[in-house]
C-alpha cells in the first residue's frame, strides 16, 4: 500500500518562507516521478511542481516559477517543496503525489492525470 504523508505547512506572514516535506513508503521511491498540488477553497486543484523519477527534470507552475523548488531525497524516501516568497494567494491546502507508473521522464504540468497516489494534505496559510 502506497501511503505519503506530508508536513510541514504553517500559517505565516507574506514574504515569509516554508518547507514542506512528504514521506513516501509501499513503493520503489526512486523510479516515480513526484508532484505537488494544491487547492484553494472553493477553487479546483491545481498543478505547482514535479520532479520526474531520475531528478534531472523539474516542472513548474507558471505562478510558482523563481519562487519554489522541488527536490527528491531518495535515500530517505522524501520529496521537499521549498516555498519562498509567499504570498496570500499561496494560501490553500497542499498535496503530495506520486506517478502511477515508474520510469515517466517527461514533464508533468501537461499530464497531471499520471499522479494516482495521494497524500492527505497540509495546510498553508499565508497573510498580508
Known amino acids: 500500500q502506497v501511503l505519503l504523508v506530508e508536513s510541514g505547512g504553517a500559517s505565516v506572514p507574506a514574504g515569509d518562507s516554508l518547507r514542506l516535506s512528504c514521506a513516501a513508503s509501499?513503493?520503489?521511491?526512486?523510479?516515480?516521478?513526484l508532484g505537488w498540488f494544491r487547492q484553494a477553497p472553493g477553487r479546483e486543484r491545481e498543478f505547482v511542481a514535479s520532479?520526474?523519477?531520475?531528478?534531472?527534470?523539474?516542472d513548474y507552475s507558471t505562478s510558482v516559477r523563481d519562487r519554489f523548488v522541488i527536490s527528491r531525497h531518495n535515500a530517505n524516501n522524501t520529496v521537499i517543496l521549498q516555498m519562498n516568497g509567499l504570498k496570500p494567494e499561496d494560501t490553500a491546502v497542499y498535496y503530495c503525489?506520486?506517478?502511477?507508473?515508474?520510469?515517466?521522464?517527461?514533464?508533468?504540468?501537461?499530464?497531471?492525470?499520471?499522479?494516482?497516489?495521494w497524500g492527505q494534505g497540509t495546510q498553508v496559510t499565508v497573510s498580508s
Open positions: 509501499g513503493l520503489a521511491f526512486s523510479t516515480y516521478g
Open positions: 520532479i520526474n523519477w531520475s531528478g534531472d527534470g523539474t
Open positions: 503525489a506520486a506517478d502511477s507508473r515508474a520510469y515517466y521522464s517527461g514533464t508533468y504540468s501537461s499530464f497531471p492525470s499520471r499522479f494516482g497516489y
